[in-house]
Structures are given as C-alpha cells and as structure tokens.
C-alpha cells in the first residue's frame, strides 16, 4: 500500500538506481533511464522553466512527440508546483486547433514543445485566422533545445493533497476540450486502488505503447509503476501503429509482466499478424493485460488470447476493466488471476430502468458485454438516473464518487453541472448495471464515439463539417453505429439532403475527405436524409439515425451511391512508372477489403489514420527518411506522392 501523500513525495523517495524507463523508439533504438538520473533530469527542467520565470501554479502545455522529453518535463513541473498540462500532438489540423482553444482556457498558459512542431502551428494560424492567438503563444513557448542546454537544480515545491496536480483534458474533443481536474489526492488515492487491485510489486515491469497523453499511458503506465517501484517501458505510440507485432516481441524481450491495451490495439495486432508470423516470443510471463479505454468486445478477447495461446499467454491474463479521466483513471476492476468473464442479456431488455433479462449466448436476440468487476479501493459506484437510485439487474446511468473522483473541469460550470448530481456524485455519461456486485458497461448515454482508444463527441466532428457549403449546424449529424461484425463503432456521417441523390456524390466525398483529414478517423458511410430527428426543445436525436441505419433502412440509397461513385476512368496499371506501381502495391496490400485507385484521394476513401501510418512506415522501410507522414496529407493520392518522391529515390 502506498503510504506518500502527493506524487513529489513518490518520485523522490523511489528515485533509486536499480528501477527504470526504457523508451523503446525502434526495434534496436532504445534508451533506458533510472529512476535516479530521472529525478535529476526532472530537477534540472524545472531549473530552466523557473530561470524563464515559470512559478507555482503556473500552468505548462506538454506538447511533444517524444515520450523521454515528456517525461522530463512532466516531473519537472510536478516537482516545482507548475501545472503540466499534456496534448497530443497528432498530425492533423484537429490536434493544433484544440491546443489553440485550451491555451485561451488556462489562466498562466506556456506552452513546451519543439522547432518542428512551432513550424506547423505557425503554418495552421496563417491558414486558420489565428495570428493574434499564435502571437500570444509563441511569446509563451519553450523549446526543447533550448531549455535542455541549461543546467542547474530548480527549487522544489512540497504541495497540499488538495493542490491541482495536472489537467486532463478529455481525448477527442475538439469544439470545446474539458479539462478534467486532478489534484494529488485523487492521483494517489487511485494509484493506491490500483496497485492493490492488480497485486502490484516491485518485481512486476510493465510494458505500454499508449499515449502519455491519454490517462492510462500517464497514469496506469507511468505514475503507477514509481509509485510501486517497478521497472517500466514505454513504446512510441506510433512505433506501434507502425509495427504493432514488435510489441510482443519487446514484450518476450524484457519480459514485461503487466500490458495494456484498448480493444482497436488488439485487433490492429491481429490483423498484422495474420500477414507475418513471431519468432521466439515467450509470453508466459505475462500475468495482465488491461483491456479499457473503449467498449470491450467478448469475442475479440477470445480471438485474441486463442491466437496467443501458442506462444505462451495464458487466458487468465485478460483483464477487463472500466475506468476515466474524471475517476484519476480505474473505477473497477475483476479479480486478479482469473479468467474474464461475460454476460449474455437480451438486446430488448436495456432500457434505461428496465430490469435486465439474461438468456442463452446463442439467442439470436444476445449480446455480450464483459463483465468489468467490483468498485476498486475508495471508488463508490452506484446506477441511477435522475430522480432514481436502481436495484442491481436494472440498467441506468453509471455514476462515481470518492476521492479518486475529480471535483470538476477546469473553468467549465456549465460541464460541472451537468455531470455532478445534487448529493455530489459524478455522472459518467455510461449505461450499465450491476450483477452480483460487479458492473456490465451497456452502452453510452451521451453518444460518445469510440475510435481507437479516444472518445469523440459528436458535435464536435460535426463542427469540423460546417465549413463545407452547404451544411450547416442542425443538417449533418455524425453517430458511431456498433458493428457486431467488425467488433468496432461504424463511423456515420449523415446529412439532410432532399436535391437530386446523382449529385450527392461529390458533396458525400467532400464530408468524408475533410472528417479524416481533420481527425485522422475512418469514415464508414455519408448517408442522405430527409429529415434530422430532434426533440421538441430542439435538440438533434442522433440514435434515431443510428438505429435505422442499424436496421438497414438506407441500404438502398447507400447501393445507390456507390454506384454513382465509380471512377468514370482510371490510370491504366500497365502505364504506371515502377515508382507508382510500387506504392500502389503497398496500398492493396495494408488496405483490407479493398484496392485504392491510383487517382483515388487517400481521405475521401476514408484511410484511418492507423492505415495510414501502416502505409507511411512500408514507404519508409523502402525508402527511408524520404517521406514524412505529413506529406501524405499534401500529396493525397499515389500520383501525386510519386511525383512528389520522384527527385527523392
């Protein structure tokens, strides 16, 4: 049990010799730090932030790609009572405009990032209309380079349980981003509840390749393992995206003890597994694989683990656990050393306040939701909606409170009040029940999309499509639709249109090219409607759309528009130059299902950011340092990318 009051207590008493982070850049790139060189480096940060006159409750904007600099500066500011305040940096216009918003959020904002990153939000804010943002921004910012040249010890700061540790702001949102408060209290009363819920020791090492700016990168995967003395590596997010099959074969490596995972990382390892095989991987020492982050599919836990089988990993290492930002990370967690665990409940039976009905997993009325265990250490959770508290077997709305529940968002009222009930427990926006004292997730009551870890709101894609002529707010609506069948949320964008469905087709393309663009997420359909369903105070009824399409109402129109979208004419593949021909061959062979033309935008076929990135790196294994991923969004087709690498190779 963890005995430190505040997470600057816990980095100096565990900053020793003999534990450490490995950051894992590349199959032989790698560099490992202890814990003691750690607490050093954090020192010598935060002597440069405060000789650039950062203070106490100063708040610092961790924009980086490189997780060892994040790192550093993290605990530099943790250790001089400076705010760190972690983004993701992404690749899109997405990312660099969410960054933009919450610097006009924070009270002392300065913003730590790098030369290369400067350069793209510097280009964003001329294309943007942001000048004078970007002017406030850049008078606020410290490079890398630079504040790593200066040497020294900063004076550190011993903060109250109740001071304000870090800001979390929420995963996908774009429109209007919510930083979720987090003081020490709620970081280390969480970090005890896992640590005992996990039968964490210090001989345990853990292995992640989830983002440091998502909180079960920080959190579950990197604060928790200093403050349970175990050795840890981090794998670059992208490293990931790029070659997910060296993730177990760095795991058989270092023998990695306790892993993590959402559901689209799993299927995504799959999927490059099915091409290509690993060679001497051992995986019986692993005893924990988290699975969390998005919605848990049953069958894809099976699929999973029976492939796995043969190298070692043992069934009971599949841990299926709920948790958020807004709960410092874990609200439940199963038992430790068992297998997971489903229930099979009837789809008609899930209405809010209705009593659950269980029946036999080959009803073809079933479905499975994995069982997500008891309340961790601290955390109350109770099902309710918002007059009621419900029996357990009666679905509702799952809401937390203890001291590993945040008090709030950061400046944001109006989000506090409409999550945190009169008697002071936090709505978490999910549905589910309880059954014999441990949680089901159902669903999600605020429409949520779940996308490779990340929860988008649908208004804030929306948003991102109102710059489009012709759509406004209230007639395009964009829904995660469930797919049993690709065991993923289908990505709809529907769009009131009642002209001729013959010239839909481009405006279509245009919806789909600029969501992926903007977001780097897959879009599955553009359907048109006849009318947006909404509720007599005017609010738009998403699921509605959601479930017609669910229940094939547009499967006519959708056949209709595909074929109205075939390629009048294509680029004959006997003209093609062996340049061309090449990337044309790396497209058919990552992209699953079908082939991409060679005049075909690589965004309006709706290519996910993961695909892309599986493409970027095959280009790179070719031709390396010849292609950066960001020149995939300025040369948008195979054409136009070979003409572009033509003077390169």
């Given at each position: 049990?963890?005995?430190f009051?505040?997470?600057?207590?816990?980095?100096?008493?565990?900053?020793?010799?003999?534990?450490?982070?490995?950051?894992?850049?590349?199959?032989d790139?790698?560099?490992?730090?202890?814990?003691?060189d750690?607490?050093?480096?954090?020192?010598n940060?935060?002597?440069?932030?405060?000789?650039?006159?950062?203070?106490q409750?100063d708040?610092?904007?961790?924009?980086l790609?490189s997780?060892?600099?994040?790192?550093?500066?993290?605990?530099?500011?943790?250790?001089?009572?400076?705010?760190?305040?972690?983004?993701?940096v992404?690749?899109?216009?997405?990312?660099?405009s969410?960054?933009?918003?919450?610097?006009?959020?924070?009270?002392?904002?300065?913003?730590?990032?790098?030369?290369?990153?400067?350069?793209?939000?510097?280009?964003?804010a001329?294309?943007?209309?942001?000048?004078?943002?970007?002017?406030?921004?850049?008078?606020k910012?410290?490079?890398?380079?630079e504040?790593?040249?200066?040497?020294?010890?900063?004076?550190?700061?011993?903060?109250?349980?109740?001071?304000?540790?870090?800001?979390?702001?929420s995963?996908?949102?774009?429109?209007?981003?919510?930083?979720?408060?987090?003081t020490?209290?709620?970081?280390?009363?969480?970090?005890?509840?896992?640590?005992e819920?996990?039968?964490?020791?210090?001989?345990?090492?853990?292995?992640?390749?989830?983002?440091?700016?998502?909180?079960?990168?920080?959190?579950?995967f990197h604060?928790?393992?200093?403050?349970?003395?175990?050795?840890?590596?981090?794998?670059?997010?992208?490293?990931?995206?790029?070659?997910?099959?060296?993730?177990?074969?760095?795991?058989?490596?270092?023998?990695a003890?306790?892993?993590c995972?959402?559901?689209?990382?799993?299927?995504?390892?799959?999927?490059?597994?099915?091409?290509?095989?690993?060679?001497?991987?051992?995986?019986?020492?692993?005893?924990?694989?988290?699975?969390?982050?998005?919605?848990?599919?049953?069958?894809?836990?099976?699929?999973?683990?029976?492939?796995?089988?043969?190298?070692?990993?043992?069934?009971?290492?599949?841990?299926?656990?709920?948790?958020?930002a807004?709960?410092?990370?874990?609200?439940?967690?199963?038992?430790?050393?068992?297998?997971?665990?489903?229930?099979?409940?009837?789809?008609?039976?899930?209405?809010?306040?209705?009593?659950?009905?269980?029946?036999?997993?080959?009803?073809?009325?079933?479905?499975?939701?994995?069982?997500?265990?008891?309340?961790?250490?601290?955390?109350?959770?109770?099902?309710?909606?918002?007059?009621?508290?419900?029996?357990?077997?009666?679905?509702?709305?799952?809401?937390?409170?203890?001291?590993?529940?945040?008090?709030?968002?950061?400046?944001?009222?109006e989000?506090?009040?409409?999550v945190?009930?009169?008697d002071?427990?936090?709505?978490?926006?999910?549905?589910?029940?309880?059954?014999?004292?441990?949680?089901?997730?159902?669903?999600?009551?605020?429409?949520?999309?779940?996308?490779?870890?990340?929860?988008?709101?649908?208004?804030?894609l929306?948003?991102?499509l109102?710059?489009?002529?012709?759509?406004?707010?209230?007639?395009?609506?964009?829904?995660?639709?469930?797919?049993?069948?690709?065991?993923?949320?289908?990505?709809?964008?529907?769009?009131?249109?009642?002209?001729?469905?013959?010239d839909?087709?481009?405006?279509?393309?245009?919806?789909?090219?600029?969501?992926?663009?903007q977001?780097?997420?897959?879009?599955?359909?553009?359907?048109?409607?006849?009318?947006?369903?909404?509720?007599?105070?005017?609010?738009?009824?998403?699921r509605?759309l959601?479930?017609?399409?669910?229940?094939?109402?547009?499967?006519?129109?959708?056949?209709?528009?595909?074929?109205?979208?075939?390629?009048?004419?294509?680029?004959?593949?006997?003209?093609?130059?062996?340049?061309?021909?090449?990337?044309?061959?790396?497209?058919?062979d990552?992209?699953?299902?079908?082939?991409?033309?060679?005049?075909?935008?690589?965004?309006?076929?709706?290519?996910?950011?993961?695909?892309?990135?599986?493409?970027?790196?095959?280009?790179?294994?070719?031709?390396?340092?010849?292609?950066?991923?960001?020149?995939?969004?300025?040369?948008?087709?195979?054409?136009?990318?070979?003409?572009?690498?033509q003077?390169?190779?």
């Amino acid at each position: 049990m963890i005995t430190f009051s505040n997470l600057v207590e816990t980095l100096q008493q565990h900053a020793s010799p003999d534990r450490s982070i490995t950051y894992i850049e590349g199959k032989d790139k790698e560099l490992s730090i202890s814990y003691a060189d750690l607490h050093e480096r954090a020192l010598n940060r935060l002597f440069a932030l405060q000789q650039r006159g950062l203070s106490q409750g100063d708040e610092c904007i961790i924009f980086l790609r490189s997780n060892e600099d994040f790192i550093d500066v993290f605990w530099g500011c943790v250790l001089g009572g400076i705010i760190p305040v972690p983004i993701a940096v992404g690749i899109s216009d997405e990312h660099r405009s969410k960054l933009f918003k919450i610097f006009d959020k924070l009270e002392h904002p300065h913003l730590y990032t790098s030369d290369d990153i400067t350069e793209r939000l510097q280009a964003y804010a001329d294309e943007n209309q942001q000048a004078e943002t970007y002017k406030k921004i850049k008078e606020k910012t410290l490079l890398v380079n630079e504040i790593k040249s200066v040497s020294g010890k900063g004076e550190i700061h011993t903060p109250n349980a109740d001071d304000l540790a870090f800001i979390q702001f929420s995963s996908g949102s774009t429109s209007d981003p919510k930083g979720v408060m987090l003081t020490h209290k709620n970081i280390m009363t969480n970090l005890n509840a896992i640590g005992e819920g996990a039968k964490y020791n210090d001989q345990d090492i853990s292995f992640s390749w989830m983002p440091l700016t998502h909180d079960m990168g920080l959190i579950g995967f990197h604060l928790n393992m200093i403050a349970y003395r175990m050795s840890q590596c981090l794998m670059a997010t992208d490293l990931f995206s790029r070659r997910p099959l060296l993730w177990m074969e760095k795991v058989s490596e270092k023998k990695a003890t306790v892993l993590c995972s959402p559901n689209f990382g799993y299927k995504h390892f799959l999927k490059s597994l099915s091409k290509k095989s690993l060679d001497n991987v051992d995986l019986s020492g692993v005893r924990l694989i988290y699975n969390g982050a998005e919605p848990i599919s049953t069958e894809l836990c099976d699929t999973f683990l029976n492939t796995m089988k043969e190298y070692g990993l043992k069934r009971e290492t599949m841990f299926t656990v709920y948790g958020m930002a807004e709960a410092t990370l874990a609200v439940s967690f199963p038992v430790v050393n068992k297998e997971f665990r489903a229930v099979h409940v009837d789809r008609h039976s899930l209405k809010v306040g209705e009593k659950i009905k269980f029946i036999d997993e080959a009803n073809q009325d079933a479905l499975s939701f994995a069982i997500v265990g008891k309340p961790v250490l601290n955390c109350k959770v109770r099902i309710a909606d918002q007059e009621n508290v419900f029996a357990d077997e009666t679905v509702g709305s799952i809401q937390i409170a203890g001291p590993n529940v945040t008090q709030g968002y950061y400046k944001n009222e109006e989000a506090n009040h409409s999550v945190i009930t009169a008697d002071g427990w936090l709505d978490t926006g999910d549905l589910g029940f309880i059954f014999n004292d441990e949680l089901i997730i159902t669903g999600r009551a605020k429409d949520i999309i779940f996308a490779n870890g990340l929860n988008y709101y649908p208004h804030d894609l929306e948003d991102l499509l109102l710059g489009i002529d012709g759509l406004e707010l209230g007639k395009v609506v964009v829904y995660g639709v469930w797919n049993e069948k690709l065991q993923r949320d289908e990505l709809i964008i529907f769009i009131l249109y009642r002209a001729d469905i013959k010239d839909f087709a481009d405006l279509a393309k245009k919806a789909a090219r600029t969501l992926n663009e903007q977001s780097g997420l897959e879009i599955d359909h553009v359907i048109p409607v006849n009318r947006i369903p909404k509720t007599t105070s005017g609010k738009v009824q998403r699921r509605i759309l959601g479930d017609a399409y669910a229940e094939g109402e547009y499967a006519e129109v959708l056949s209709e528009i595909e074929k109205l979208s075939q390629p009048a004419e294509s680029t004959a593949e006997e003209s093609l130059t062996p340049l061309q021909q090449e990337l044309k061959m790396i497209c058919d062979d990552v992209i699953e299902g079908s082939t991409l033309g060679v005049n075909d935008n690589f965004f309006e076929s709706g290519i996910s950011s993961l695909t892309l990135a599986e493409i970027h790196q095959q280009i790179d294994d070719r031709y390396p340092g010849k292609v950066d991923v960001v020149d995939l969004f300025e040369y948008q087709t195979i054409i136009e990318l070979a003409e572009f690498m033509q003077d390169k190779v």
